[in-house]
T-cell receptor, first 115, second 114 residues
């Protein structure tokens, strides 16, 4: 299995530009999570989906952030317009509920730098 | 609500010495507990987990953790560390039912010195 795939691995953009991060979860997993990691705030859950439906988006910081999961094998996290304070590593994770427990498998992350 | 506290942001230790990384949690309901490791420029990977049963849990790479309900702790230990254990370690908690959501601690950076 290829694991969770994220693209791009690195993104450098200028303030005000639109940024789209992509995630392909592990085949067969029915839950998908987007996290943001910064030195100041650690690892924060932004949003998670179950069976392609957003369940909890309370961690999405502002309306500038949006996430979609059009099908079971693809999700995007979009920031429009981007700001320097959005600079962080964004992780996608997927899991499958089995026996009342879901182990999360993380992708390698996308390092976003907004100038 | 659940929360996780990792009091030590950095832990330096010499190679082949033992190490303990501390994790305390708070929750009013039954929880599952996890330790994840993050190597430089990589995502998090599961080190070990406590779901139920024996309070001493063994994980990969020689790590183990002990669940202590009375002290609400889940400390991670290794009797002899290697240079390759240098990484960031995250403790996480999840309600045992009713949610997929994990709450992560702020992480402890373990630096193994030669």
């Amino acid at each position: 299995d290829a694991g969770v795939i994220q693209s791009p691995r690195h993104e450098v953009t200028e303030m005000g530009q639109e940024v789209t991060l992509r995630c392909k979860p592990i085949s067969g997993h029915n839950s998908l999570f987007w996290y943001r990691q910064t030195m100041m705030r650690g690892l924060e859950l932004l949003i998670y989906f179950n069976n392609n439906v957003p369940i909890d988006d309370s961690g999405m910081p502002e309306d500038r952030f949006s996430a979609k999961m059009p099908n079971a094998s693809f999700s995007t996290l979009k920031i429009q317009p981007s700001e320097p304070r959005d600079s962080a590593v964004y992780f996608c994770a997927s899991s499958i509920l089995a026996g009342g427990y879901n182990e999360q498998f993380f992708g390698p992350g996308t390092r976003l730098t907004v100038l | 609500a659940q929360s996780v506290t990792q009091l030590d942001s950095q832990v330096p230790v010499f190679e082949e010495a033992p190490v303990e990384l501390r994790c305390n949690y708070s929750s009013s309901v039954s929880v599952y507990l996890f330790w994840y490791v993050q190597y430089p420029n990589q995502g998090l990977q599961l080190l070990l987990k406590y779901l139920s049963g024996s309070t001493l849990v063994k994980g990969i790479n020689g790590f183990e953790a002990e669940f202590n309900k009375s002290q609400t702790s889940f400390h991670l230990r290794k009797p002899s560390v290697h240079i390759s254990d240098t990484a960031e370690y995250f403790c996480a908690v999840k309600k045992s039912s009713g949610t997929y959501k994990y709450i992560f601690g702020t992480g402890t950076r373990l630096k193994v010195l030669a």
